[in-house]
Antibody, heavy 121, light 110 residues
């Protein structure tokens, strides 16, 4: 089965850090760019960043709202992508989703089920 | 910018429904694909892919859902709405690195 499984969410204090994981199965992970999207309660969807593949030098890009605080990485040997989140604040409280995108292809996007991050004291 | 309309769509079961999505820039890639997806999000669930590349139904999606359009203007149609179709529908462009989403259309039963 083609799927992504998000994990690592939880409660963290303002200013704290958290690392999310996105585990892939059922497809060639190393051929896929991985994006992260979040959704605050009752709000719309917000793209926060992505990491490309090895042939594209694992290039990363981030939304302005998280630039300098969040870092996306991947371990193709483990079929897993990561979202390291530092200096968290209340506005970062959201469900975080990873999503697969095979660039320049006709393959559909695949999303994980999401993991909840709550920033609160 | 992705502009979706309407924001709210009350529908009668068995009747058709249509949602529009307009992009401020063309989503047509040089490879001929329009990188425009449609998702539905039901309460407490993650977004579920309905349509990808503007007009391709995702696996398992009923054939009452269809997508059309190219370039900047896209439409999601439900030929005969069923009660289970309630939820928030989003369009999303995956043409540019920074994915952007429509603001969502809430479909509810009259």
């Amino acid at each position: 089965e083609v799927q992504l499984v998000d994990s690592g969410g939880g409660l963290v204090q303002p200013g704290g850090s958290l690392k999310l994981s996105c585990a892939a199965s059922g497809f060639i992970f190393s051929d896929s760019a991985l994006h992260w999207v979040r959704q605050a309660s009752g709000k719309g969807l917000e793209w926060i960043g992505r990491i490309r593949t090895k042939p594209n030098n694992y290039e990363t890009a981030y939304a302005a709202s998280v630039e300098g605080r969040f870092t996306i990485s991947r371990d193709d040997s483990k079929n897993t992508a990561y979202l390291q989140m530092n200096s968290l604040n209340d506005d970062d409280t959201a469900v975080y989703y990873c999503a697969r995108h095979v660039e320049y292809s006709a393959l559909p996007r695949i999303w994980g089920q999401g993991t909840m991050v709550t920033v609160s004291s | 910018v992705m502009t979706q309309s309407p924001v709210s769509l009350p529908v009668t079961p068995g009747e058709p429904a249509s949602i529009s999505c307009r992009s401020s820039q063309s989503l047509l890639s040089r490879n001929g694909y329009n990188y425009l997806d449609w998702y539905v999000q039901k309460p407490g669930q993650s977004p579920q892919l309905l349509i990808y590349l503007a007009s391709n139904r995702a696996s398992g999606v009923p054939d009452r859902f269809s997508g059309s359009g190219s370039g900047t203007d896209f439409t999601l149609k439900i030929s005969r709405v069923e009660a289970e179709d309630v939820g928030i529908y989003y369009c999303m462009q995956a043409y540019r690195t920074l994915w952007t989403f429509g603001q969502g259309t809430k479909v509810e039963i009259k």
